[in-house]
């Protein structure tokens, strides 16, 4: 039995054991690095750390608040905050109560978060700030289960006297009031913890479906304690690494970094400032990180946008050392496959070699200096985009899974990695591809189900283990996973986002009374567009109405009047929908979609592949400038 193997079957059952085991092994040690802001913003952020055992100890202090609360063991305690180290103690306080997690992000809103603090019937909320708690006291009548909030930020959402109910606490007087109850129990946390199962829920992560309701993910504490194990046992990260994790923690690809840490007991710098990546990168000067496919074209938009402002020669060098570190990255990828060597050709290499004191050195040092490896997942990420950074010197390792797989189901190996695939699965994953190509998966990181949904979960889970993805894709035959396809009607975003197209197509049609089809785009891109057909008779009469009278239908939809009409309601839908759902850009079409041009299907049904390689060039218009090709 392999080292790695002997890790993962004899991994404890929840990650809570690993964090005892970390805080007895290094105590002393750097866990978390977090950012304190300057005082009106004067100045840089402060950083500051905690150790292992002062991290501890208030974990444990959350942990017994939440037992003096009255909260029992698998009772669901939600998170709706950023990311923010506190995210991280109180998670890893909710699992050493033997509680679990349900996760919100804080950008969902009112109705939704009601929602899913109703269906996970949610004892305890911790909730960031005043914005986050106005939600639950806007949706109090409707959670009957919800017996106090937990305020991070309370200096702006409770008054100096606090609340005088009881409903609302700091989280500064939930740790206060465990440290009492510490004193008169002080083995409760560590009973809470040895009693804890494998089979025991941890977390549920509510996930987008096309039904328009997100369904609530089911993971287990063993499937934590073995993403810990398997992702330390790639060897892609090492105790001497430091992370920095921006990530939403609300989301199964940002939580999982956080159990290959405790195992590993590298440190982690956390700062979920989307705006403050770029200032921070120089300050953290990371080993490694993991990101959405959108961060890294943000950065490649960046410098290209900077080698254009410095005039045409600049650019056209740019241009080139762009070419060059993609040819660099196809040929030493391809020889590493062949002889396990990533050699080039010698002229190949020259070029590299000028092209990295002209573009590639500054480049890296943005990123800090020190970034081995970059992991991506969550979305596709563009070839030209990963040999890009393949060929300037940042590695981007890309991964796959899902909410279901507890996220990490695939990774590139290290210096065996390969632009454009998902790399191999993790140790103690299983793979194969159904006869309609879809990807299953079987292993100790699926999912125990959907929350009060056994007809949906049967859907998907077989008994014997196998999880239907709804994605396809083919193996190499040295185990390489490419993903070519989605089975399922879900898109997701560049951001990794899911949306159902669908469900805001329908919104559509609900609110504007001229639209006879809509095509909702927005797949591995970074916000999301709509083709719009009209319907002829209802905006001619429109037309007439509004002194456009003898006018075709594309001459109609091409005005700018006629724009400005359905823009009107585009806004009116936007703002019924979640901000990574809104449409920020759209086209009218020269004409109504058809069964005569293939567009629909007898039912009346959409086309989507055919509509979209019909108007390619319009979709390709409204994303021009989004992402440098």
């Known amino acids: 039995m392999s080292d790695t193997q002997n890790l993962i079957e004899n991994r404890p059952p929840s990650v809570a054991t690993l964090f005892i085991e970390r805080v007895s092994a290094t105590p002393d040690a750097e866990a978390y690095r977090f950012p304190v802001p300057a005082p ?30 009255g909260v029992r063991p698998e009772e669901r305690v939600a998170l709706a905050s950023s990311t923010r180290v506190e995210w991280i103690l109180a998670d890893l306080g909710v699992m050493c109560a033997g509680t679990a997690t349900t996760t919100v992000y804080p950008s969902t809103n009112t109705e939704e978060s ?22 639950a ?29 009881g409903w609302v606490l700091s989280l500064a007087d939930l740790e206060a009031r465990g440290t009492e109850y510490l004193v008169a129990h002080p083995e409760t946390v560590k009973e809470r913890v040895a009693a804890i199962t494998a089979t025991q829920l941890a977390t549920l992560i509510y996930t987008s479906g096309t039904t328009g309701r997100p369904k609530g993910v089911r993971l287990p504490h063993d499937n934590w304690s073995y993403m810990a194990k398997a992702t330390a046992g790639t060897g892609l990260i090492t105790k001497d690494d430091v992370q920095y994790l921006w990530l939403p923690l609300a989301h199964v690809f940002g939580k999982v970094l956080t159990s290959g840490q405790i195992e590993v007991g590298h440190v982690t710098a956390v700062d979920g400032r989307v705006d403050k990546i ?8 990371p080993t490694y990180m993991a990101a959405v496919p959108r961060i890294f074209e943000k950065v490649y938009n960046g410098v290209a946008a900077k080698a254009r402002a410095g005039g045409a020669a600049k650019y056209k060098i740019f241009q080139w050392a762009a070419g060059v570190a993609r040819e660099y990255a196809k040929v030493s990828q391809d020889n590493f496959r062949r002889t396990g060597t990533a050699s080039v050709p010698f002229a190949l290499g020259a070029k590299h070699k000028a092209a990295d004191a ?109 999880f239907h993805t709804g994605d396809i894709g083919e193996l190499s035959p040295d185990g390489y996973l490419r993903i070519t396809d989605r089975k399922k009607d879900l898109i997701k975003t560049s951001g990794g986002k899911y949306i159902a197209p669908a469900e805001v197509e329908g919104q559509f049609k609900a609110v504007c009374p001229f639209v006879s089809n809509i095509l909702v785009l927005g797949a591995d891109r970074n916000f999301c567009t709509a083709l719009i057909a009209l319907d002829e008779p209802a905006i001619l009469g429109w037309a007439a109405e509004n002194g456009l009278t003898g006018r075709t239908y594309a001459e109609v939809v091409a005005s700018p009047a006629a724009e400005r009409l359905i823009a009107g309601y585009v806004k009116r839908l936007n703002e019924g929908l979640q901000r990574w759902q809104t449409i920020k850009k759209f086209r009218l079409l020269p004409r109504d979609l058809d069964i005569e041009h293939g567009e629909l299907t007898p039912s009346l049904k959409l086309k989507r592949p055919v509509v979209e390689r019909t108007y390619k060039d319009l979709i390709e218009e409204m994303y021009e400038g989004s992402r440098e090709s």
């Not at 009548?141 to 702006?156: F, N, R, W």
């Not at 793979?431 to 007809?455: F, N």
């Open 40 to 69: 009106a913003g004067r100045g840089p952020d402060e950083w500051r750390s905690l150790s292992w055992s002062e991290a501890a100890e208030r974990v444990y202090a959350i942990a017994a608040g939440l037992i003096a609360l």
């Open 114 to 135: 009601a929602y899913i603090l109703a269906d996970s019937e949610s004892r305890v909320l911790i909730a960031e700030d005043a914005a986050q708690l106005a939600k």
């Open 137 to 165: 006291r806007e949706s109090r009548a409707e959670l009957p289960h919800l017996g106090h909030v937990i305020v991070i930020d309370a200096a702006d959402a409770l008054p100096a006297e606090g609340d005088p109910e």
């Open 278 to 285: 770029i200032e921070n990168l120089p300050v953290v000067q």
């Open 358 to 466: 002209l573009v590639y050195a500054k480049l890296r040092e943005a990123f800090g200096g020190r970034l081995r490896a970059a992991v991506s997942g969550s979305a596709a990420l563009a070839p030209d985009i990963g040999y890009f950074f393949s060929g300037a010197g940042i590695h981007i390792l890309e991964g796959y899974g899902l909410t279901e797989s507890s996220a990490a189901s695939f990774v590139n190996p290290g210096e065996a990695y390969r632009t454009g695939t998902v790399g191999k699965p993790l140790p103690g994953t299983e793979v194969r591809i159904a006869d309609d190509g879809e990807i299953l998966l079987r292993g100790p990181g699926i999912m125990a189900g959907y929350h009060r949904l056994p007809e949906k979960t049967a859907e998907v889970l077989e008994p014997d283990g196998w």
